[in-house]
């Protein structure tokens, strides 16, 4: 069965830094293009950042350039999103989802999230 | 505002059949496929309808998609109570090198 189960979200001030994980399981991970999509709080969903399957070539929304990195360690099985100079508009439920490779494949698998709040 | 645009809201009754529209431009729905997620609210997104119009395993074939030139729709059919939820569309955006989402459409069942 396949599984993804986001970890580390939780309270940050405006300015800071977190790191969240997403544990990979029952599918071959080296093969998937991994994604975080986003949704902030009675709101529609938003994708934030896209990783191929080596890990080489990473694309990005562009309300988080430059502050978010997006990696992947396939040894692990684990997808991460550094999320750096974290403003209010960050706060959201993050979903890491896997498609297929391709511009045109659907996010077939999602987490169930890991809420990220940013506020003082 | 979304890059795709989707009515907010849809109701129907049971039995009934309602359709919720995607309208994108070249560089998305135009260019590329269009897949649809259900997401009960709390919960995550569901892959309802990829490549237009195919179902993955264990959607009901009530619900069925469509596309033509850069609009899309989703069509649901002897609606369900169940069936009440958020639906989203998406397809990959030429100009924004990713993927880009509908606003989402909440269906009611009256």
């Known amino acids: 069965e396949v599984q993804l189960v986001e970890s580390g979200g939780g309270l940050v001030q405006p300015g800071g830094s977190l790191r969240l994980s997403c544990a990979a399981s029952?599918?071959?991970?080296?093969?998937?293009?991994m994604h975080w999509v986003r949704q902030s709080p009675g709101k529609g969903l938003e994708w934030v950042s896209l990783?191929?399957?080596?890990?080489?070539?990473?694309l990005y929304a562009d309300s988080v350039k430059g502050r978010f990195t997006i990696s992947r360690d396939n040894a692990k099985n684990t997808l991460y999103l550094q999320m750096n100079s974290l403003r209010a508009e960050d706060t959201a439920v993050y979903y890491c989802?896997?498609?297929?490779?391709?511009?045109?494949?659907?996010?077939?698998?999602w987490g169930p999230g890991t809420l990220v709040r940013v506020s003082s | 505002q979304s890059v795709l645009t989707q009515p907010p809201s849809a109701s129907g009754t049971p039995g009934q059949r309602v359709t919720i529209s995607c309208s994108g431009s070249?560089?998305?729905?135009?260019?590329?496929?269009v897949n649809w997620y259900q997401q009960i609210p709390g919960t995550a997104p569901k892959l309802l309808i990829y490549?237009?119009?195919k179902r993955p395993s264990g959607v009901p074939d009530r619900f069925s998609g469509s596309k033509s030139g850069t609009s899309a729709s989703l069509a649901i059919s002897g609606l369900q109570s169940e069936d009440e939820s958020d639906y989203y569309c998406?397809?990959?955006?030429?100009?924004?090198?990713?993927?880009?989402f509908g606003g989402g459409t909440r269906l009611t069942v009256l």
């Open positions: 989802a896997r498609s297929g490779g391709g511009t045109d494949s659907g996010f077939d698998s």
């Open positions: 029952g599918f071959r991970f080296s093969s998937f293009w």
């Open positions: 990783i191929y399957t080596g890990g080489t070539t990473t």
């Open positions: 070249s560089s998305n729905i135009g260019s590329h496929i």
């Open positions: 490549t237009n119009d």
């Open positions: 998406a397809a990959w955006d030429d100009s924004l090198n990713g993927p880009v």
